[in-house]
């Protein structure tokens, strides 16, 4: 048995029957044309693969207090093929790489499904052909010294960023700044999904023309949404949101589990003009990178744990609902740029579904895909209101940051809209069917 590491052990520790922490994805395909029955002929070729590799033939349990994957011997095809339940297990980013090895970019090839390919192996650094207990122990022994050497700077960088936001007045963001919102609140088990996608040259035209980065103008339009939103529900704070924004920091392509940290973002939700605010974004994602560049990895890690370690007391005690950690989680994931074909049916779009929490009761994650960027939505169904509106008001915020700074917007595609059903109580599961909603006006907030 191998143990999970402190990451992945409080995904696990953090889920209930009404918080299931496992995140999924919403893919849109085009079967091949002529092919009436291509759904039931590939998934017939994938029932023959009745046994998996890793990770998929692993799960998790609990020994003495701790996390540790066990490889399961009684692999039960017919349940994970119908739903693929997948606890803690990896993060967005190898999410997407998993998905994207799925498929192939040539229409006419077919591929095994995803548990029945061997994980691709690792290069490993070359070694003496032998090595004395001794050797080993002291080997262990001074990783564990450099561990620890970056660990404890990085708890220590974030307990100082938790006593240093209660008195920061800046465009900088610090845990505890962050005002009570309506996303602030305990939540049920019924979920609602919905998601839009975007022409990423639109998105990089807003860029160029304000000196923001992609992921800065994906924050600013999130923002703006959110700002609507809470004007449309009279609800919106004097002081502006905070973001919660993971940050990848994963060197080998073939790892699995979470390979994160975090920075905080101000949303400057507070700010009516939408090029201001957008500034506002930048001065503080930049300041949150400079001061996580200077750390080690580990330390990264620590900082980021340390800086979420008060989410569990307040979810218990509910102390989380007058003074959050922070309002939102928005995860912006890199996806491929190929298009991507699954045993002949062109990938059209590619949609996270992600994790609300108690007292996050609503999460945004962007995921790429070929020339566009995907919005998901998932949220609360009863703490969270009419979720599909954020759809509008993510295409308001769009268009005001376009007419603010006079980019053109390229017509390549008409934008998408999708939405599920509400999902019943025990349903946290990856939607199977979206309904194509019509593009209606855009509300003004």
């Known amino acids: 048995m191998e143990a999970l590491s402190p990451t992945d052990s409080a995904f696990l520790w953090m889920e209930t029957r009404s918080q299931p922490m496992h995140v999924a994805g919403l893919n849109i395909y085009t079967p091949p044309r002529g092919e009436a029955h291509h759904l039931h002929r590939f ?28 490889e399961d011997q009684e692999f039960e095809l017919d349940y994970h093929l119908r739903h693929v339940a997948l606890p803690a297990l990896i993060d967005g980013v190898a999410g997407a790489r998993l998905m994207a090895r799925s ?26 052909v032998t090595q004395s207990t001794a050797q080993r122990l ?48 305990e939540i049920s088990g019924s979920r609602r999904f919905a998601a839009q996608s975007y022409s990423l040259a639109r ?48 060197e080998d392509a073939q790892d699995t589990g979470n ?37 080690p990895r580990l330390q990264k890690m620590a900082h980021g744990m340390t800086t979420i370690a008060p989410l569990g007391p307040g979810i218990l005690t509910g102390t989380a609902r007058k003074h959050p950690v922070f309002n939102v989680v928005i995860s912006n994931v890199p996806g491929v740029k190929e298009t991507l074909y699954l045993n002949g049916a062109r990938l059209d779009e590619a949609y996270p579904v992600s994790i609300p929490t108690h007292y996050l ?22 703490s969270v209101p009419s979720l599909q509106r954020l759809l509008d008001y993510t295409d308001a915020s769009i268009q005001e940051l376009e007419a603010a ?35 209606g006006k855009t509300p003004k907030p």
């Open 259 to 295: 390979q994160v940290s975090l920075m905080l973002a101000n949303l400057c939700t507070h700010v009516a003009d939408p090029v201001k605010r957008l500034q506002w974004i930048i001065e503080s994602t930049q300041a949150a990178k400079e001061r996580l560049a200077s750390m």
């Open 203 to 250: 998105l990089k035209a807003i860029g160029a023309a304000s000196g923001a980065t992609v992921n800065d103008v994906t924050l600013a339009i999130c923002a703006g949404a959110l700002r609507r939103y809470l004007l449309a529900h009279d609800k919106l704070p004097k002081a502006p949101l905070i973001a919660m924004v993971p940050v990848s920091l994963r």
């Open 361 to 382: 009761a609503l999460n945004i994650t962007i995921s790429g895909y070929a020339d566009h960027l995907g919005f998901g939505f998932i949220a609360c169904r009863r």
């Open 103 to 128: 498929m192939s970019t040539d229409p006419h090839h077919s591929t095994p499904p995803i548990w029945a390919q061997p994980a691709p192996r690792r290069s490993k650094p070359e070694t003496a």
């Open 405 to 439: 700074l006079h980019t053109s917007k390229p017509a390549k595609r008409p934008i998408t809209r999708h939405k599920t059903a509400p999902a019943t109580k025990t349903a946290s599961k990856t939607p199977t069917s979206a309904a194509r909603a019509s593009r």
């Open 138 to 185: 002291l080997g262990a022994l001074s990783a564990a010294t450099r561990a620890g050497g970056q660990l404890l700077p990085g708890i220590g960088a974030g307990l100082w960023d938790m006593l240093e936001g209660q008195q920061a007045n800046t465009t900088s963001a610090r845990a505890f700044q962050a005002p009570p919102t309506a996303f602030n609140v």
């Open 43 to 70: 998934l017939t070729g994938w029932r023959k693969h009745l046994s998996a590799h890793a990770p998929f033939n692993l799960r998790p349990v609990l020994k003495l207090g701790l996390w540790y994957w066990e």
